[in-house]
């Protein structure tokens, strides 16, 4: 059976009428660059993470590079992140001239370590950056605690978690983007919300901040031909908001239908030998942006599920510690050896909201047939 990783014709087929009347509207009025449309996206994005303001940015990338801007960070700063997570988490902060320091992860929940934040802290460190993977949020509550004492501030890199809540000390569920200083989603197609084309927005509910960001994602305007910062174009346009208003709408219902995907995926790869399914941890709703597994076979693996044709991902084979582009920071191997064991061992499964319970049987039958395999106990 042939199981792409990701199949989003069916998810555009539900939508289908509603995305080109929503392409049509915006053809008809013409205002493609900083229209209407966007403001009542932003509008709607601020309601659904409930935060004052969000801003529609041109990438995730690109959002996280704006925060990190808004808030003064450049050279001789140093900035926090997972030492396991996509690399643009890691070149927004590079871009900004300020120093990325890689924080080891957590070996349940592939976030990054709330212990070994402190010790990464120097007096040159401005911002730490959790990064919700995989959809499954990080330990805010601990971070903003060691935030608030350090006086750092946090900005969440939400491109893997649009929907995802967490229940804080006080007992609220909060959306992940809406708890530290700034979130930073992306719309990059294949995300949880994803756009026909590349896209992201900046959530906050701080207003020098978000005039800040509207100003750096527009050539630093502050009237049509007056520029007072060094500005970009970093706009997200009309029609990518438009078709976002849409998908928008089906966020919390396809978020449901991961989540029960991965109910049925972990159901049926229980208790199988040297086959670790994702942890939940306590007090979180994990969006599944990415269902992965881990076996200390997975390259094996891979290459059984391809015969089988079932197309499965590696999120992500290389940690940034050991990444060529970051040579100059003098990390080496063993540095991180959570990080490094899970980036050795995870494998993503085919995950979208209309996979089938026929197409799910497939691929853990043929999982559990590779690991009673021959080849495999030898
Ligand atoms: C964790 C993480 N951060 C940042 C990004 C960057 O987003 P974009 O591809 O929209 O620039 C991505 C996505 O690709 C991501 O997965």
């Known amino acids: 059976m042939k199981i792409p990783f990701i199949d989003l014709n069916l998810t555009h087929k539900e939508i289908e009428g509603q995305i080109n009347q929503a392409i049509r509207r915006v053809i008809k009025r013409g205002d493609f660059i900083l229209s209407r449309e966007l403001e ?25 590079f704006l925060a990190l801007l808004s808030l003064g960070i450049g050279r001789g700063d140093e900035v926090i992140i997972p030492d396991f997570t996509f690399i643009a ?10 120093k990325v320091v890689f924080v080891d992860i957590d070996e349940r929940t592939y976030n990054i370590d709330i212990n070994k934040i402190e010790k990464a802290i120097t007096r040159y460190t401005k911002v730490i950056i959790p990064v919700h993977l995989y959809g499954q949020p990080a330990q805010m509550p601990q971070i903003l605690k060691i935030a608030r004492a350090y006086n750092l501030k946090v900005i969440e890199d939400a491109a893997q978690a649009h929907g995802a809540r967490i229940k804080m000390p006080d007992g609220r569920w909060c959306m992940v983007g809406a708890i530290g200083d700034i979130g930073c989603f992306s719309f990059y197609p294949s995300k949880n919300l994803g756009a026909l084309g590349d896209g992201g927005m900046v959530v906050t509910n701080n207003e ?8 750096l994602r527009d050539y630093g305007r502050v009237s049509k031909y007056e520029h007072n910062i060094l500005g970009f174009n970093a706009r997200l346009d009309t029609l990518q908001a438009a078709i976002l208003r849409v998908k928008l709408r089906k966020l919390n219902k396809w978020n449901r239908m991961r ?9 049926y790869l229980r208790n199988i030998e040297d086959i670790i399914t994702p ?9 599944y942006h990415i269902y992965a597994i881990r076996t200390r076979r997975r390259d094996d693996l891979v290459k059984a599920l391809k015969k089988k044709g079932i197309t499965t991902i590696i999120h992500y084979p290389i940690p940034l510690h050991l990444q060529k582009v970051f040579k100059y920071l ?16 995870v494998l993503s499964l085919p995950m979208h909201p209309h996979l089938k319970i026929n197409q799910i049987k497939f691929i853990t039958d043929s999982i559990k047939r590779f690991t009673k395999s021959e080849s495999y106990t030898k």
Do not use: W
Not at 40 to 63: D, M, N, P, Q
């Open 259 to 267: 989540q029960r995907i991965a109910d049925i995926y972990s159901d």
């Open 279 to 287: 942890f939940l941890a306590p007090g979180v709703e994990h969006v």
């Open 330 to 345: 003098n990390y080496k191997i063993g540095d991180f050896g959570i990080s490094e064991r899970v980036a050795s061992e």
């Open 208 to 215: 020098v901040i978000y005039r800040k960001i509207l100003s």
């Open 89 to 98: 988490t890691a070149l927004a902060v590079c871009y900004t001239g300020a």
């Open 40 to 64: 009542l996206f932003e509008k709607e994005f601020a309601r659904f993470c409930g935060v004052r303001y969000a801003i529609g940015v041109s990438s995730g990338t690109e959002a996280l």
